[in-house]
């Protein structure tokens, strides 16, 4: 990583690495894959879906930043998290906040497919709108989706098929210790960069906040006409992918502003989610008691 931490690089890549693999294998735990016949059958709520958090989220990014003429570094931190979709952490927010149990995990994977293709499109884009020469390699960008994503869910999801007894065990186990791991990463990450969120500055901060706001609006609004699906586009809409937008810095040899920028993403797009996903979470509890 660009930016030298108080916390070890090595630590905190252990830490997620273990996070991502322990929430993820619980998640594919809890799928039955029969039941993505719901999804097959609702191909138009998909595609909207799928324009939300891969076009929709880019375009606004590139409204906001024009809008508020922020320096370019930053600039294109923001855009660079914007085309980086499918954030292991989202499915796990979702499902917790009330998203569609089915719809949410198709949407998912789903977006974890399509990242290989439409990042280096977006970036193709990029290129000609900053006159810039990035590129990054699908086959970085596929084995950085599959083991931290693919890999444990479909490991989860083959348990509960061939050893169900055994998932039906494993499963709170894992859950506690994925929500264990995800404390201490969060704890980890905020003494690492702490410094580089405050000095990011009250315009980036505002950026980051309402390209975020505004990607929830519109997963929300494309994600009906049911409550559970409308809460699971919002926030895979929202919940941006660092570890794509990393993988692209690093390969290009990115200013340290510009991973400055996405790690601050990070941080302030997280909080901006939770008004949201407590909103949702209780409105799902109100419902499931009616």
């Not at 375009?59 to 508020?68: D, P």
């Not at 570094?73 to 954030?87: C, H, Q, R, T, Y």
């Not at 699906?229 to 660092?242: E, F, G, L, Q, V």
């Not at 996405?262 to 499931?288: E, H, N």
């Amino acid at each position: 990583m660009p930016i030298d931490g108080l916390v070890p690089g090595w630590i905190l890549s252990i830490v997620a690495a273990a996070t991502l693999f322990a929430v993820m294998f619980y998640l594919g735990l809890a799928i039955v894959p029969g039941e993505f016949r719901w999804v097959v059958r609702r191909p138009v709520l998909l595609l909207k879906a799928l324009f939300a958090v891969l076009v929709a989220v880019p375009v606004l990014a590139l409204v906001v930043t024009r809008a508020l003429d922020l320096p370019r570094a930053v600039d294109i931190g923001i855009v660079l998290m914007a085309i980086s979709p499918g954030a292991p952490v989202a499915l796990r927010r979702s499902m917790g906040a009330g998203g569609h149990r089915t719809f949410a995990p198709a949407l998912q994977i789903a977006v974890a497919l399509l990242a290989v293709v439409s990042m280096p499109l977006s970036i193709a884009v990029l290129n000609e709108y900053y006159s810039g020469q990035a590129v990054v390699d699908p086959q970085h960008l596929a084995r950085q989706v599959f083991f931290a994503q693919l890999f444990p869910l479909a490991l989860g999801m083959a348990m509960r098929r061939l050893a169900s007894a055994a998932a039906a065990w494993l499963e709170p186990r894992l859950r506690r210790l994925g929500s264990v791991l995800l404390i201490v990463l969060l704890v980890l990450v905020l003494i690492d960069i702490w410094q580089v969120v405050l000095g990011a500055g009250w315009r980036a901060a505002l950026a980051i906040v309402l390209v975020t706001a505004l990607a929830l609006g519109v997963g929300h609004l494309l994600g009906g006409p049911e409550p559970a699906t409308r809460t699971a586009t919002a926030i895979c809409s929202a919940a941006r992918n660092p570890g794509l937008a990393l993988l692209v810095a690093t390969l290009n040899h990115a200013p340290p502003a510009i991973t400055a920028t996405v790690l601050a993403y990070l941080v302030i797009a997280a909080v901006t989610l939770i008004p949201y996903v407590f909103w949702r979470r209780r409105a799902a509890t109100v419902q499931g008691g009616d």
